[in-house]
Each structure stands twice: as structure tokens, then as C-alpha cells.
């Protein structure tokens, strides 16, 4: 990992909260500006301590990308929920949206609770997120956007599931909707094998952003015909 990838605190922030549990330690550090969220070591999440608390990590922003160039989603189901950098930030941003955060990390959740700014009507289910999916299946729950951003440790356990669980996501999705998936790896096979099944079960074209400097890469695709990023963001699609 280089400094780029964990975006540690500088020297300036105090570190808030601090706690060893299930195997991981947790902490949470604070300056003027930003909040941070480490978990083992690796940043989960990092904000702006203002209104509409962006979030600083890069991927973030490629993430919301759709949403500045196709239109803004009414259902959002977020996988993996960290500091729930994304929710707090679309909740003041973007009230109109309705997301729903997945986490099964207890601990996490009631540290960012206690310590981060508080979210405007949060939206979280603890539960395993593997576990949401089989159940959201049989519920025949649909929603606008499925964002991804499972890591066990510092991997993507998303890179370990089979092309069913797509084929399971893909039925959750509206007509015009978009998943995207947040993958930490250097392994351009697993990234390769992951594009391929995507193109198969959504039959359209997909999207592969690395982000600068990170081991970060940001995986589209979507259920709408003919669908184009302007030019300028089209250039960085790695995806033939």
C-alpha cells in the first residue's frame, strides 16, 4: 500500500477513537477539515468535516460519475458500508435519493456513529451482504443503482463470487440502472474474468476506471441502450 492508496491523516489530526475488536483494529482520526476511518490500517472512508461532507477518497467520485452524466437514481442499494461516506454525502447532496446501506460490521457502524457527522435519514441493514442478496432475490426487491465496495481485509471479496451472484444482482437492477463496483486489486485476470462476466449477463458495453496512484479499480455497466460518457471520461475506460 503507498500513500496515495491509504490516504493516512497528517501530522495536524488527533486521533478521536481507537478499539481492538473481531480481529481488526479500528480507528477514527479528525483535523480541521477531514475525518478519517482506518480499519486495520487501511482508510474505509475520509470526509470533508462540512456540509455536504464529501468524501476525499478518489474511487468516490468515479462511483457517482453516472450521476452527473446519465440522471440521479431514486433507489441506490450500497454493499458494504465502511463509513457510510457515500450515504452521509447523498443525503445532503441529493436528498431525493433513497439509499440503502449494507454492513455486517457492528463494531464499525456504531464507531462511525459516535464519531462521524451524523446522516440525514440513514438507511442500514447489519447483515452480511451475501446473505441481503440471496434474500433481496426472493423478495423481488429492485432498485436504480447497486454500488459494491466489499473488501475482507485487503481484498475485494467481491472477485471471489461466481457469475451467479451477478446474474443475481442483475435481476435486482431497473431498466436504465448501473452497477458499479469498487475492486482493490493489481491482478488484471481477476479484473478481465469479472469484465467478462458482466458483458455477458448485462449484454452491454462495461466500464473499467483505474484510479490514479491507487490500486483502486471502478467496474460499470448498465441496463440502458446506447449509452455514452462525453468524451473526456470515455478516454479512460480501459474496456476495448
Known sequence: MNLAQTLYPNKGAKLIYMS????QRITIYQSDKYTWL?????VQSAIE????????????????????????????????AGGLSIQRYLSYAHPSIRITSVDESSDVLKAV????????????????????????????????WILT???HGKESSILMKTKNFYEQLFELINPNGWLIINCLTNDEKEI?????????????????FPIPEMMNKVLMVNKINDFNFPPEIEIYNTVE
Do not use: W
Open 113 to 144: 456513529d459516535s464519531f462521524f457527522p451524523p446522516i440525514h435519514k440513514p438507511s442500514i441493514v447489519h447483515k452480511n451482504a451475501f446473505k441481503f442478496i440471496d434474500s433481496a432475490e426472493k423478495n423481488e426487491m429492485k432498485f436504480d
Open 49 to 80: 468535516n462540512r456540509l455536504p461532507y464529501r468524501p476525499i477518497v478518489p474511487y468516490c467520485f468515479v462511483m457517482l460519475l453516472p450521476i452527473l452524466h446519465h440522471k440521479i437514481p431514486d433507489t441506490i442499494l450500497e454493499l458494504g
Open 38 to 42: 482506518l480499519v486495520s490500517g487501511v
Open 192 to 208: 478481465e474474468q469479472l469484465t467478462e462476466y458482466l458483458k455477458c449477463i448485462f449484454n452491454n458495453k462495461s466500464y473499467v
Open 149 to 151: 465496495d466489499l473488501f
Open 20 to 23: 481492538d475488536c473481531s480481529s
